[in-house]
């Protein structure tokens, strides 16, 4: 099992800024690719982004395209989430987890704590 732990979630008005972070926990990130999902009330757990093993590339969900940006630091062993220009329909609880062989590859077990993330005004 991989466990992950997820941080940096809180409380932001619209239009703000939260960075989140994935650190691994007994295993080593930059083996894996590594998701960004995220779960809002009463809706299926869906995919925000994910950075690539091998070159670092990276992919994002329509809806956080040019607001969201995901960066790894390997010798932190930690991936984060950089979400600017947050709006209301940006809450949920977010999760990491490092995906089978790659970015389309399904996610790896267990689910972590998640963080969570609120913008209101």
């Known amino acids: 099992q991989l466990h992950v732990v997820e941080s940096g979630g809180g409380l932001v008005q619209p239009g703000g800024s939260l960075r989140l972070s994935c650190a691994a926990n007994?295993?080593?990130?930059?083996?894996?690719?590594i998701g960004w999902f995220r779960q809002a009330p009463g809706k299926e757990r869906e995919g925000v982004s994910c950075?690539?093993?091998?070159?670092?590339?990276?992919n994002y969900a329509d809806s956080v395209k040019g607001r969201f940006t995901i960066s790894r630091d390997n010798a932190k062993n930690t991936v984060f989430l950089q979400m600017n220009g947050l709006k209301p329909e940006d809450t949920a609880v977010y999760y990491c987890?490092?995906?089978?062989?790659?970015?389309?590859?399904?996610?790896?077990?267990?689910w972590g704590q998640g963080t969570q993330v609120t913008v209101s005004s």
């Open positions: 987890a490092p995906r089978r062989s790659s970015c389309s590859g399904a996610p790896i077990g267990p």
């Open positions: 007994g295993f080593t990130l930059d083996y894996y690719a």
């Open positions: 950075i690539s093993r091998s070159d670092g590339s990276t």
